[in-house]
């Protein structure tokens, strides 16, 4: 059965840096496009980053590029976001998906998701 588990998530403020973690079982992830989509009440969900797991090729949305980093390390089945320079406009569920392809921004065509993880900006 695939499982994914997101962590890392919390409140932190402007300026502020954190790493998220999305761990797979069940299944490998090393043939896999795994991507971290956010969505923030009201608002659509978007795609955050996303890395090919057979090649480290990586995707980022304009608004994060620079102040996030997209890794994998295949030995532990683990996908990571680290998020620098947040910002409030950051704040939201913060999703990890896998079995898709990084073309897909909006994660339609995703086949598996982790249960989400806070992540608010605040002062």
């Known amino acids: 059965q695939v499982h994914l588990v997101e962590s890392g998530g919390g409140l932190v403020q402007p300026g502020g840096s954190l790493r998220l973690s999305c761990t797979a079982s069940?299944?490998?992830?090393?043939?896999?496009?795994t991507a971290w989509f956010r969505q923030a009440p009201g608002k659509e969900r978007e795609g955050v980053s996303c890395?090919?797991?057979?090649?480290?090729?990586?995707r980022y949305a304009n608004s994060v590029k620079g102040r996030f980093t997209i890794s994998r390390d295949n030995a532990k089945n683990t996908v990571y976001l680290q998020m620098n320079n947040l910002k409030p406009e950051d704040t939201a569920v913060y999703y990890c998906?896998?079995?898709?392809?990084?073309?897909?921004?909006?994660?339609?065509?995703?086949?598996?998701w982790g249960q989400g993880t806070q992540v608010t900006v605040s002062s």
């Open positions: 998906a896998t079995d898709g392809d990084c073309a897909d921004t909006r994660g339609k065509d995703f086949g598996s």
């Open positions: 069940g299944f490998t992830l090393d043939y896999y496009a």
């Open positions: 890395i090919y797991n057979h090649n480290g090729r990586t």
